[in-house]
């Protein structure tokens, strides 16, 4: 198949965005869910902390690795190791947030 086919765009590209919807979705519109992390701006991508291609586990859909990203913010964690584990921890602060207020 191959990679630029729609069916494979929804395979596997969507998966992602489903799994970072599905948590943050009740706490936020889709407005608020589309914004990037970072600066608020418009959220271009959802973005692998740990990149796919990296090695691990082979899923790296789960919540703590899945944040939504301007173009440029993404770029700058991909670019940026010390950035992007910046965007990791406080990833994870949120997520910890939403939980702690869901006891």
């Known amino acids: 198949m191959e990679m630029g086919s729609l069916a494979f765009y929804k395979r596997v590209m969507l998966k992602h965005i489903k799994v970072f919807r599905d948590f943050w979705w009740d706490d936020l519109t889709l407005s608020q869910t589309e914004q990037c992390f ?5 959220g271009a991508d959802i973005h692998h902390l740990s990149a796919k291609s990296m090695g691990g586990s082979k899923c790296k859909d789960y919540i703590e690795n899945l944040v939504c ?11 940026d190791k010390e950035f992007n584990n910046t965007v990791r921890i406080d990833n994870l602060r949120r997520i910890a947030d939403k939980l702690e207020m869901s006891i």
């Open 38 to 42: 970072v600066c608020g701006e418009w």
């Open 69 to 79: 990203l301007c173009r440029k913010h993404h770029e700058q964690c991909h670019n």
